[in-house]
């Protein structure tokens, strides 16, 4: 991948000391949206990545990972699949509960949206702990669906994430760190 786009996009991604709490350093990737460049440029190289290689679904996990899911989705001219918060999704779903730091959540998918015919990515803007993106690879997993793939713009490399989803038998792509 081409260095100087990345460095547009990582430059692009502001940094927010002590949000939402003492001591937390946040990459605010609604900063990379603002900025038409880096955005399309975002895009852009996770097109060529995946371009030609057999993916038959984008699924996005609420909701970041809708805003670089769903544009990847209509260039690869591919479905796009949201998984959501409970309650949101009208017709019948699934569910799968993770941890969360204090107690747990969980995320929805429609069972009619991912068949067994289905080779899926999943994207989301940032990887942290990983615990959302697992439990939407058991979601895809549970309706028959392959998923191998998983992209990031950013990844947290100190918080497991990368580990955890590798245990999982995935294989992740990261713009930057
Ligand atoms: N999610 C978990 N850690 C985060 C961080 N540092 N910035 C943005 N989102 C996060």
Redesign the pocket.
Known sequence: MNTETLSLIKQSIK??PN?PKEG??????TSLLENAVAYKATIDLLVEQYRNKGFTKIVGTEARGFLFGAPLALELGIGFVPVRKPGKLPRATISQSYELEYGHDSLEIHTDAITANDKVLVVD??L??GGTIEATVKLIRQLGGEVQDAAFV?S?PD?GGEARLTALGLELVKLCE
């Open positions: 940094t927010i949000y937390i350093l946040f990459r605010d990737v803007d940032l942290a702990t950013i947290l918080l």
